[in-house]
């Protein structure tokens, strides 16, 4: 068992400040429990484009307010506390934050830490041992 | 892309209620990602155990107070809003709620949304072939 608290992560490496977005990483590869857990700030005002074009990611909206578009179809979705969505089909989508955006993130196969957006926004896959613990 | 709120699953075969808790299943093994992924609350003044022999569960808590009791150890840790405890290796636990505790859950392998937690508060491994969309 792992007990760990959001704000045991501040200013460590599990702590990634991107501009427009914070994500603080609970769980990354180097768990070796098949997924990667994080907390992800959107700030308000903003607007990003993402394209996780090796992961599947499923993102849930605890806090804030703002719209999400898909832009693979033009179709837009409201994001309010209670919104999920799993892009499961590497959808280029985009996030326009209203109110300040809390959510909780799933990505499989899991994060290792080492990424970078890309200019296109995009995660490569970085292959890493599990640690056995 | 798939969109799901929370509230789209009260009173569906993705809501499952079992006396001291109620989780809606956002994301279950017939979508095919490789987890499953859950909004759970767990009601105030209740204490529950919890086993999952078969499964790694990774809980976030964002509303809500209580203590997790490691049942393997004895240890107890506090639980609030940031709060994740990763059982990473099919750790025995208690959960007692002061104020009703809402979580996100991860679970793999994937729930299938057809368990149910027997005598031991053990969910069984259920296949399921992932739906090709």
Redo the contacts between chains.
Sequence with gaps: ???????DLDDTEHDVEHGNWRSRR??LAK?????S?H?TVLYAGTESDFWYAHH?E?V?V??GSGT?L?R??G?E?PL?P????????H?K?TVRVEEEIHC?C?F?PPVTGREVHDEHGVYPVIHEEAAT?
Excluded: S, W
């Excluded at 068992?1 to 704000?7: A, G, T």
């Excluded at 768990?31 to 997924?35: E, H, I, L, R, S």
């Excluded at 209670?82 to 089909?89: I, R």
């Design positions: 068992m792992k007990v760990i608290n959001l704000h609970f769980v768990d070796g429990v098949g997924f857990f907390d599947v499923c849930y605890y806090a999400l898909n693979d179809t179709e979705f309010a209670g919104t999920v969505y799993l892009l499961d089909k959808d989508h909780a799933v499989n613990a």
